[in-house]
């Protein structure tokens, strides 16, 4: 029942920008936290950015001031709009949920991802 469908990945070229989102469905949305991670072949998955229930988001160092994660509890949607995107970004992304107060539904969910890719 529970789904997390990213979409938005792409190629982009350094400098570029990109647009993800992440849907939601099977879970109590607005008691969820709502992040995005990263992996890279081989790599350890990384996080990336926070968004919680009412609280301001936060950022890994690496993308802080070029990423902006937001939430959209009306439509369960969570997005992460990437700025000055760099080759190092260059991943897949994974859209995940974890629960911030008691809920019906799982701790944590995790979507499949989408890739991203900057590269000249």
């Known amino acids: 029942q529970v789904q997390l469908v990213e979409f938005g990945g792409g190629w982009v070229q350094p400098g570029g920008s990109l647009r993800l989102s992440c849907a939601a469905s099977g879970i109590v949305f607005s008691a969820y936290a709502m992040s995005w991670y990263r992996q890279a072949p081989g790599k350890q998955r990384e996080w990336v950015a926070t968004v919680g229930i009412g609280s301001k988001p936060n950022y890994a160092d690496s993308v802080k001031g070029r990423f902006t994660i937001s939430r959209d509890n009306a439509k369960n949607t969570v997005s992460l709009q990437m700025n000055s995107l760099k080759p190092e970004d260059t991943a897949v992304y994974l859209c995940?949920?974890?629960?911030?107060?008691?809920?019906?539904?799982?701790?944590?969910?995790w979507g499949l991802g989408t890739q991203v890719t900057v590269s000249s």
């Open positions: 995940n949920a974890r629960q911030a107060i008691l809920a019906p539904g799982p701790y944590n969910a």
